[in-house]
Each structure stands twice: as structure tokens, then as C-alpha cells.
């Protein structure tokens, strides 16, 4: 769906297939970016073999029609799409626009995409490389000078790069080195851009810019970090699910890579990049229990800390040598999402469960926006923070259960949230805002 500037519904569509003789029907959309002219790349998940793929007029575009599988075996296994809009919406013939799906015989979905440079990365989870039948192998892209991993085994992420045309320049899993007994698995949950050549994108990538991930892994002793730049003592590698930052150059090759975490549960679930810092945030647990490793914490005097909070947490780094500026804390099972605005005040958007402490609220101006807990199961909060220094809080949610999804900042005029929202009494917070725009009370 596309909302113009004053929150008008300008266009809106269904997209997916009608089903499938393996499976059930069921396609997920769960990545979203634009290019410069606001053409609109979506990546996600599908089940049906019918999705409607749209080959490029670009001889030279990748393109996969249909889901690759064996006759016996998994079959109900999802694939990952990456479809391509022009800036109305429409689906029309041509380079602009273009459908394709991306995997193998095991499942693969995106997570997340993000445009730089003439190029769409696309992020999620892994397939298969099936050196006995090719045919059924996720279609991995080796470039030279890049990273690329030849082998897959165990549950695994990857990493996929079009041109703006559609031609594919490279694709790799993300995976442990070497061969590991048990349950093995890395998720590659979120990606995002940097940029430090100035404003403003030019047709090819300039030296200091690149693409950042974030996820966690399991039992993963081999995951592919480096030892230079990131100033985490041991890596921080525990026995249970460990969030981590990796952040490729401009040759798409690994420059800095580390565990973000302690000896307990961490996970990343977004990474936000402004300039010269990535954010990374997610669940942390390593507070938990007296652990052997600690969660990394660092700040400065004056600077907001909490060790000894819930559950979520936000991870400052700096992405040219990789070193960790700001670790905290905070309140909420998790921060599902953050984002910046033009001027670096960062805006957090997580989930909270009822009976889970109390959320920590500075004080602020009355104008702002305020809600106290009003549910009785979970409810979203949005928390900002300036200069590392805690700003502004609040829970939004109805009386039933509300989950955060992701939040988007514009210039440094509004922000936006999406996410679950639960209809019970009729309690959700709507508001109709601006005369003509979009506004609906049920869902």
C-alpha cells in the first residue's frame, strides 16, 4: 500500500499465488526499499509455486519462475521472491518491473532489503547447495574479491545483490567455517546501507560504503568474525543464541564482524546506520542468571546505562574500524526496530509484556505523545534517545496484545510504526488525522 505525504491511500494490492498441490498457499512480504526513482523493491517469502513471476525485457536480468524441488523429499519448504515495482504500483512489462523467485530445495525467504548505489541488497534465510542435483541448489552468486562461502551446511543465512536492471552481481550463504555436530544455525534478520561519501547516490559504490547484518547465531563457534577493530572482550560468544554485527566494504567483502553479547540468550533484530555509526538492537539476556560472560556494556559520563534492566538492547558502533562506542539496557522484552532522523536523534520501537518491570520515562514536554500500559497481555513502546542520552517514551497499544514491527523516521518531522494492533474493545489508539486521509478503526 502507498500513502502519499498527507496520508492519502494512493494505490493498494494483493500479491501472491493462488495455492500450491505441495502446500498451503501463503506468501509473506517482509522487506522493503526504493530506489532513486522510487521504484519499489519488496523481497519476502512464498509457499505457491503460482506467485507471479515477471521476467525483465533486460536479457541479461536473473530470473527463476517457479520453485525448485525434488519430486520427493521437503516439499513444504518455502523460496524467497524479490519483486520490483515502478513508482505507480503498476505491474508493467519491461526492465522497471520484475518478479523472481530465489531458492533451492530447502527453505529460503528475505528478511530485509536495502538499496545502495544502483544495487538492491536482499537478506534472510538460507538454503541448499545440492552438489548431487544442481538443479535443486539455492542459486548462489561467487564474485572474486568478494565473500563467498562455497559450501552450506546446517541452517544458514544469505545474501543476495541486483543491479537497479535486475542482473544478479553476487550472492553468498552466511555460515559457520567448518563442520559442527548438533543444532548449527545462523539468522540473518536485518541489513542496512552505509554511506560516508556525502549525500546523494552515484551509479557506482565509492570505497567507504558498504552493507551491515544483523541477526544471531547458534552454536556457532566458527562464525566468520575478525579479530581486529571490534574491542569485544573474547567476542562475546556464549552457548546459547548470540547476536552479532558484520559490516561488508564496498568490495562486498567482510571488514569488520563480531558476537554482540554475553553467555545467555542475545539475538539482533535491526540495524540502522547514520553515517558513520551503526545501531544494532534486539533481546539481550546475558544480564541473566550471573552469567560467565556479560553483556559488553559501554558508556561515557552523562551518557544513559542500564545493566541491569529487561530485556532490550541498543549497540552503538562505528562502521570505518568497527569499534563499539555505546552499549545499554533498556526496558521491554526486546527492541524490534530502529531508525534515525536527519540530525541523528535515534527512535526505537519494541515490545513489552505485561509483568515485565516498568518502562523507564524521563521527563518530557506535555506536548509529547504519553500512554501508560493499558493492556493486559504485550504492548508496543517507542523510546528516543539524543546523544546517547534518553529523551522520550511511551507504551502504545490497545487493552489486547500489540507486537512492534519496524519504524521509519522522515527528515526530522515524524515518525511512523507499524506492527500488530490489537482490535480488543476497540481500545487501540486511532486517530484520524490529517482531513483525507487514509483512516480505519477496524482491521
Same mark, same amino acid.
Given at each position: 500500500?502507498?500513502?502519499?505525504?498527507?496520508?492519502?491511500?494512493?494505490?493498494?494490492?494483493?500479491?501472491?499465488?493462488?495455492?500450491?498441490?505441495?502446500?498451503?498457499?501463503?506468501?509473506?512480504?517482509?522487506?522493503?526499499?526504493?530506489?532513486?526513482?522510487?521504484?519499489?523493491?519488496?523481497?519476502?517469502?512464498?509457499?505457491s509455486?503460482?506467485?507471479?513471476?515477471?521476467?525483465?525485457?533486460?536479457?541479461?536480468?536473473?530470473?527463476?519462475?517457479?520453485?525448485?524441488?525434488?519430486?520427493?523429499?521437503?516439499?513444504?519448504?518455502?523460496?524467497?521472491?524479490?519483486?520490483?515495482?515502478?513508482?505507480t504500483?503498476?505491474?508493467?512489462?519491461?526492465?522497471?518491473t520484475?518478479?523472481?523467485?530465489?531458492?533451492?530445495?530447502?527453505g529460503?525467504?528475505?528478511?530485509?532489503?536495502?538499496?545502495?548505489?544502483?544495487? @538492491?541488497?536482499?537478506?534472510?534465510?538460507?538454503?541448499? @547447495?545440492? =552438489?548431487?542435483?544442481?538443479?535443486?541448489?539455492?542459486?548462489?552468486?561467487?564474485?572474486?574479491?568478494?565473500?563467498?562461502?562455497?559450501?552450506?551446511?546446517?541452517?544458514?543465512?544469505?545474501?543476495?545483490?541486483?543491479?537497479?536492471?535486475?542482473?544478479y552481481?553476487?550472492?553468498?550463504?552466511?555460515?559457520?567455517?567448518?563442520?559442527?555436530?548438533?543444532?548449527?544455525?545462523?539468522?540473518?534478520?536485518?541489513?542496512?546501507?552505509?554511506?560516508?561519501?556525502?549525500?546523494?547516490?552515484?551509479?557506482?559504490?565509492?570505497?567507504?560504503?558498504?552493507?551491515?547484518?544483523?541477526?544471531?547465531?547458534?552454536?556457532?563457534?566458527?562464525?566468520?568474525?575478525?579479530?581486529?577493530?571490534?574491542?569485544?572482550?573474547?567476542?562475546?560468544?556464549?552457548?546459547?543464541d548470540?547476536?552479532?554485527?558484520?559490516? =561488508?566494504n564496498?568490495?562486498?567483502?567482510?571488514?569488520?564482524s563480531?558476537?554482540?553479547?554475553?553467555?545467555?540468550?542475545?539475538?539482533?533484530?535491526?540495524?540502522?546506520?547514520?553515517?558513520?555509526?551503526?545501531?544494532?538492537?534486539?533481546?539481550?539476556?546475558?544480564?541473566?542468571?550471573?552469567?560467565?560472560?556479560?553483556?559488553?556494556?559501554?558508556?561515557?559520563?552523562?551518557?544513559?546505562?542500564?545493566?541491569?534492566?529487561?530485556?532490550?538492547?541498543?549497540?552503538?558502533?562505528?562502521?570505518?574500524?568497527?569499534?563499539?562506542?555505546?552499549?545499554?539496557?533498556?526496558?521491554?522484552?526486546?527492541?524490534?526496530?530502529?531508525?534515525?532522523? @536527519?540530525?541523528?536523534?535515534?527512535?526505537?520501537?519494541?515490545?513489552?509484556?505485561?509483568?515485565?518491570?516498568?518502562?523507564?520515562?524521563?521527563?518530557?514536554?506535555?506536548?509529547?505523545?504519553?500512554?501508560?500500559?493499558?493492556?493486559?497481555q504485550?504492548?508496543?513502546?517507542?523510546?528516543? =534517545?539524543?546523544?546517547?542520552?534518553?529523551?522520550?517514551?511511551?507504551?502504545?497499544?490497545?487493552?489486547?496484545?500489540?507486537?512492534?514491527?519496524?519504524?521509519?523516521?522522515?527528515?526530522?518531522?515524524?515518525?511512523?510504526?507499524?506492527?500488530?494492533?490489537?482490535?480488543?474493545?476497540?481500545t487501540?489508539?486511532?486517530?484520524?488525522?490529517?482531513?483525507?486521509?487514509?483512516?480505519?478503526?477496524?482491521?
Amino acid at each position: 500500500m502507498h500513502l502519499n505525504k498527507n496520508t492519502v491511500r494512493e494505490w493498494a494490492t494483493y500479491y501472491g499465488g493462488t495455492g500450491s498441490s505441495f502446500y498451503r498457499s501463503a506468501d509473506y512480504g517482509t522487506g522493503i526499499d526504493f530506489d532513486t526513482l522510487e521504484n519499489v523493491f519488496v523481497g519476502g517469502y512464498t509457499y505457491s509455486d503460482s506467485i507471479p513471476t515477471l521476467s525483465s525485457s533486460n536479457p541479461s536480468a536473473y530470473f527463476q519462475s517457479k520453485m525448485k524441488y525434488p519430486t520427493t523429499g521437503s516439499t513444504n519448504q518455502a523460496d524467497a521472491f524479490l519483486l520490483k515495482l515502478d513508482s505507480t504500483g503498476n505491474k508493467l512489462t519491461g526492465h522497471a518491473t520484475w518478479c523472481t523467485m530465489l531458492g533451492g530445495e530447502r527453505g529460503e525467504g528475505i528478511n530485509d532489503v536495502r538499496y545502495l548505489n544502483g544495487y @538492491i541488497y536482499a537478506v534472510g534465510d538460507g538454503g541448499k @547447495i545440492n =552438489f548431487t542435483t544442481p538443479a535443486y541448489s539455492t542459486p548462489y552468486q561467487f564474485k572474486s574479491g568478494a565473500f563467498n562461502q562455497d559450501t552450506a551446511s546446517g541452517a544458514h543465512g544469505s545474501i543476495y545483490k541486483f543491479s537497479d536492471q535486475c542482473i544478479y552481481d553476487w550472492g553468498t550463504p552466511f555460515k559457520q567455517e567448518g563442520t559442527h555436530s548438533g543444532s548449527v544455525y545462523i539468522l540473518i534478520n536485518a541489513c542496512d546501507v552505509y554511506d560516508l561519501g556525502g549525500v546523494g547516490k552515484s551509479s557506482s559504490l565509492p570505497s567507504n560504503s558498504g552493507l551491515v547484518i544483523t541477526g544471531y547465531a547458534a552454536n556457532s563457534p566458527d562464525f566468520p568474525k575478525t579479530t581486529a577493530g571490534a574491542n569485544l572482550p573474547s567476542g562475546g560468544y556464549g552457548s546459547g543464541d548470540e547476536a552479532y554485527l558484520t559490516i =561488508f566494504n564496498s568490495n562486498d567483502n567482510i571488514q569488520y564482524s563480531t558476537f554482540i553479547g554475553g553467555s545467555d540468550q542475545d539475538r539482533g533484530y535491526d540495524v540502522f546506520c547514520h553515517g558513520a555509526k551503526a545501531y544494532v538492537v534486539g533481546h539481550g539476556g546475558s544480564f541473566l542468571s550471573n552469567p560467565t560472560v556479560k553483556f559488553p556494556f559501554k558508556y561515557a559520563p552523562g551518557e544513559y546505562i542500564d545493566t541491569t534492566g529487561s530485556h532490550s538492547f541498543i549497540s552503538e558502533f562505528n562502521v570505518t574500524d568497527g569499534l563499539l562506542k555505546w552499549s545499554t539496557l533498556y526496558d521491554g522484552d526486546m527492541f524490534n526496530s530502529v531508525c534515525t532522523d @536527519i540530525n541523528g536523534m535515534v527512535y526505537l520501537h519494541g515490545t513489552f509484556t505485561n509483568g515485565n518491570g516498568s518502562l523507564t520515562v524521563p521527563t518530557f514536554p506535555s506536548t509529547l505523545y504519553s500512554q501508560s500500559f493499558t493492556g493486559t497481555q504485550q504492548e508496543t513502546f517507542v523510546t528516543s =534517545f539524543s546523544n546517547r542520552v534518553l529523551k522520550w517514551s511511551t507504551f502504545f497499544g490497545g487493552s489486547g496484545q500489540d507486537q512492534a514491527q519496524a519504524i521509519s523516521a522522515y527528515r526530522d518531522k515524524d515518525i511512523y510504526v507499524v506492527g500488530k494492533g490489537s482490535y480488543a474493545s476497540n481500545t487501540f489508539p486511532t486517530f484520524p488525522g490529517t482531513t483525507g486521509g487514509y483512516f480505519s478503526t477496524t482491521g
